[in-house]
């Protein structure tokens, strides 16, 4: 079964806008990382978060973890419409480089003009 | 960075028949690699762990016979569909484990239909 729940599962706004989406796991992860997938291609790889950390920036990328409600979040500040895609969160449940991971729902995001 | 090259990104083929996916890692060197399936507007599952030198660790639920995976160097790791059908028409995209906080790295994915 799917290790994580994302939501909202589609979200629509308008450029220059903020766009969060929520993750949502169920066992102890060592890191969690973000991941964007535009319409039929692979996924990049946006941030990783460990644990240990509580929050992580990377330019408009904000990620927060919070291990004891197991969750976490993903900003994206001043939307561009190139930022259309999808976004899933992955798990990582092992400490070694080479750990299964195991993703989300995934969050449609649509940013209009 | 890592680089991870899948080919072909597109397949058609005829039930019955065979199709071979391929993912090298161009500038890197990858024990192991993940092979991924997902469906229209689908997350991804994981399908099977690939590892260099060793058979493949399938995921339940998953038929080692008709996925085959071999990866026979450090830079190369291929997913065999054998006997396709119609319902084995999927995304399938492998991946491959990057440096510390890098993240992994994803091939661009092949779109397989079967008729």
């Known amino acids: 079964s799917q290790q994580g729940e994302e939501d909202p599962q589609a979200l629509s706004i308008q450029e220059g806008e903020n766009a969060t989406m929520n993750c949502s796991y169920k066992?102890?992860?060592?890191?969690l990382q973000w991941y964007r997938q535009n319409s039929g291609r692979g996924l990049v790889h946006l941030i990783l978060?460990?644990?240990?950390?509580r929050e992580k920036h990377s330019g408009r990328l904000r990620v927060t973890l919070d291990t004891s409600k197991k969750s976490s979040s993903l900003l994206i500040t001043a939307s561009r419409a190139a930022d259309t895609a999808s976004y899933f969160c992955?798990?990582?449940?092992?400490?070694?480089?080479?750990?299964?991971?195991?993703f989300g729902t995934g969050t449609r995001l649509q940013v209009t003009l | 960075g890592a680089v991870v090259s899948q080919h072909p990104s597109w397949v058609i083929c005829k039930s019955g028949t065979s199709v071979k996916i391929e993912c090298r890692s161009l500038?890197?060197?990858?024990?192991?690699m993940f092979w991924y399936r997902q469906f229209p507007k689908q997350s991804l599952m994981l399908m099977a762990t690939?590892?260099?030198?060793?058979?493949?660790?399938?995921e339940q639920g998953v038929e080692k016979d008709k996925f085959l995976i071999n990866h026979a160097s450090l830079t190369l790791s291929t997913l065999t569909v054998t006997s396709a059908h119609p319902e084995d028409s999927s995304f399938y995209i492998c991946?491959?484990?990057?440096?510390?906080?890098?993240?992994?790295?994803f091939g661009s994915g092949t779109r397989l239909t079967v008729v």
């Open positions: 991946s491959a484990p990057g440096w510390r906080a890098t993240g992994y790295t």
């Open positions: 066992t102890s992860i060592n890191n």
């Open positions: 978060i460990r644990s240990n950390e």
């Open positions: 992955a798990t990582a449940l092992g400490t070694g480089t080479a750990s299964k991971l195991t």
């Open positions: 500038d890197f060197q990858a024990t192991t």
């Open positions: 690939s590892n260099e030198g060793s058979k493949a660790t399938y």
